[in-house]
T-cell receptor, first 112, second 115 residues
């Protein structure tokens, strides 16, 4: 079956540091890939997405590139802020429907 | 425009009891999906409803059942509660016309504690 593996947290960073969260996937076929973010007390929000190989998704300074050859979709941000403290989830969806398969989540804590 | 709303926000039950969770989808959405998020883990897909029928189902026992109403709102029912059912239950809505989960909106969830 399909699965997503992402690096375990927590990841603790200082403000303005560089953030990378690794994500790899296993899927039959060609999934769409997503990063969702969950702020404390809030629902999951779509951060960015990519629907085909070599696509780069970007939003709010975050970027991730769909790498088919390495089955990866790593999330990066060049300079994090305290407000980026949250749990980040990598996920995939096959074209047949809206079912999402999530990774285990990575908690990120940014300190001033 | 209200997003996805879930009720209640918190719930405490004891083992063996039954629980019903409710979800109202975002305006214009016709498809509702339910996910279970255990503490420290990613959400796991339970099932999806469209046109009042279950379209997809994840790897959950029959104790988990659902319903969708003509106004697209949905309920998740769990019978014979186990301690392991303690989790955050998330509802997500979308339009069937949107393929591939690109426009899925999540509610804030119902935190269920089973004692």
């Amino acid at each position: 079956g399909n699965s997503v593996t992402q690096m375990e947290g927590p990841v603790t960073l200082s403000e303005e540091a560089f953030l990378t969260i690794n994500c790899t996937y296993t899927a039959t076929g060609y999934p769409s890939l997503f990063w969702y973010v969950q702020y404390p007390g809030e629902g999951l929000q779509l951060l960015l997405k990519a629907t085909k190989a070599d696509d780069k998704g970007s939003n709010k300074g975050f970027e991730a590139t769909y790498r088919k050859e390495t089955t990866s979709f790593h999330l990066e941000k060049g300079s994090v802020q305290v407000s980026d403290s949250a749990v980040y989830f990598c996920a995939l969806s096959m074209a047949a429907g809206n079912k999402l398969t999530f990774g285990g989540g990575t908690r990120v804590l940014v300190k001033p | 425009d209200a997003g996805v709303t879930q009720s209640p926000t918190h719930l405490i039950k004891t083992r063996g009891q039954q629980v019903t969770l409710r979800c109202s989808p975002k305006s214009g959405h016709d498809t509702v999906s339910w996910y279970q998020q255990a503490l420290g883990q990613g959400p796991q897909f339970i099932f999806q409803y469209y046109e009042e029928e279950e379209r997809q189902r994840g790897n959950f026992p029959d104790r988990f059942s659902g319903h969708q109403f003509p106004n697209y709102s949905s309920e998740l029912n769990v019978n014979a509660l186990l301690l392991g059912d303690s989790a955050l239950y998330l509802c997500a809505s979308s339009s069937l016309a949107d393929r591939g989960g690109e426009k899925l909106f999540f509610g804030s969830g119902t935190q269920l504690s089973v004692l």
